[in-house]
Nanobody, 124 residues
């Protein structure tokens, strides 16, 4: 069971960090990802990290502003966001997929576990 937290309301240009707690023995063997969704739109890929943390992938819209990381010893994945813009407003979800290969996964349909989502609101 994943739990995402850290959302809130910030102003444009501010920073915010999200965290995803993933208790259990499978975290260190899981690829992790962050997605976001606004009402009426499909869930959008934000960023992903491989099980070892060696590989990362970012959506073009967040590249240079968002950073994904993970701490396998603490079963936690993090998303650091800077220079937030109103277009970043969404519910953010973390996802996990136990996998043998050290790869990043960008498709939401390839993830097995999802957190409940945490709302990020960026005001202009």
């Amino acid at each position: 069971q994943l739990q995402a937290y850290g959302g809130g309301t910030v102003q444009a240009g501010d920073s915010l960090s999200l965290a995803c707690a993933a208790p259990g023995r499978t975290f260190s063997t899981s690829a992790m990802g962050w997605f976001r969704q606004v009402p009426g739109k499909e869930r959008e890929f934000v960023t992903a990290i491989s099980r070892s943390g060696a590989y990362r992938k970012y959506a073009d819209s967040v590249k240079g502003r968002f950073t994904i990381s993970r701490d396998n010893a603490k079963n936690t994945a993090s998303l650091q966001m800077i220079s937030l813009q109103p277009d970043d407003t969404a519910v953010y979800y973390c996802a996990a997929r136990p996998i043998l290969k050290d790869v990043v996964i960008a498709l939401p349909t390839q993830y097995d576990y999802w957190g409940q989502g945490t709302l990020v609101t960026v005001s202009s």
